[in-house]
């Protein structure tokens, strides 16, 4: 176990955009006889605890095994679309052979070429505060997102391809899914009602910069709203204060990095940018009953 988890990027392309990649899943029985072309397997260690700077879909049609996303242990049974934000940490392993493809995309992409369709942070799917992040699917909807998905193979891999075709046909998957998801009532979440854009804002400024700001004033600042009303607000629609949510999400990280790094426990205070390690180990205890020792110990023995 190295001093880092593992950060995987998209290779750089042609284009000025970022391009869409899209992979198959390292154990793949091969290809599917009604595919018309190859399609590379994932490169990448999947079966490794790592984490992206892209967001990621997995279309799994076919398999059986577990998905753990940041802790959570998310079964993988039959057909399933789940769904990953950049900075979680994950691993996937298969008890059996798996079928289907892997989307691998940047904010950047899929907004340049859906300019008129909602930022991704409006899908509950990509949503922090929900992290309701697999849709399974019925055989005909299995169906449905498997044309879509040998279409969207056969641009990729074209030699003359068209990126904003590409992007276009990734704006059509997130469309559905985000219709598949809204006839679903969402199952354990603490959140009533669909959250109203402030708060939205705000998940996504500390998803972006919890490692620097940490005082509710300062996102208040960028939200133009005072600390008062933002915390009024971040409650009545998450059920926890701004500074509470701004402290899950820094812990969050600690945890990632006492259980996938040989970082020290004052290493990762300082990585996380509290200044007083002891502090830090006073706040984690707090939070979360266990020193970070503990916590570290403890986990990696029951998990991963």
């Not at 990953?84 to 992409?109: D, K, M, R, Y």
């Not at 279409?151 to 003359?160: G, Q, R, S």
């Not at 300062?218 to 949510?245: G, N």
Request: a neutral charge; charged letters at 20%.
């Amino acid at each position: 176990m190295s001093g880092n988890i593992p950060v995987h990027t998209l290779p750089k392309s042609q284009y000025i955009i970022p391009a869409l990649k899209i992979y198959r899943f390292k154990n793949s029985l091969g290809i599917q006889k009604e595919s018309p072309v190859t399609l590379p397997i994932t490169p990448l260690p999947t079966d490794e605890p790592h984490r992206h700077t892209y967001y990621e879909i997995l279309f799994i049609e076919e398999g059986q095994g577990f998905h753990e996303i940041d802790f959570h242990s998310v079964p993988i049974q039959g057909p399933g679309l789940h769904f990953l934000t950049p900075g979680q940490v994950h691993l996937l392993h298969f008890n059996t052979h798996c079928q289907g493809f892997i989307v691998a995309f940047s904010e950047e992409f899929y907004s340049f070429y859906n300019p008129a369709a909602p930022s991704l942070t409006k899908f509950t799917f990509f949503q922090p505060a929900k992290r309701q992040s697999v849709i399974p699917l019925s055989e005909t909807e299995r169906h449905y997102f498997h044309n879509i998905m040998e279409n969207m193979v056969t641009e990729h891999l074209a030699a003359d391809t068209d990126p904003s075709l590409i992007g276009k046909y990734l704006g059509i998957l997130l469309q559905k899914c985000g219709m598949i998801r809204q006839l679903r009532p969402l199952q354990d979440t603490t959140v009533t009602g669909s959250v109203p854009e402030l708060v939205g804002r705000f998940q996504e400024l500390v998803e972006k910069n919890f490692l620097q700001w940490h005082e509710v004033q300062q996102y208040a600042q960028q939200l133009s709203v005072s600390p008062d009303y933002l915390s009024k607000i971040v409650r009545k629609y998450l059920a926890i204060s701004s500074q509470e949510y701004i402290l899950d999400k820094l812990l969050l990280e600690a945890k990632r990095l006492l259980v996938f790094t040989q970082l020290s426990s004052k290493e990762i205070a300082y990585h996380i940018q509290m200044d007083d390690p002891s502090y830090f180990g006073r706040i984690f205890k707090k939070k979360c009953g266990l020193t970070p020792n503990e916590y570290r110990e403890l986990v990696r023995k029951s998990t991963i």
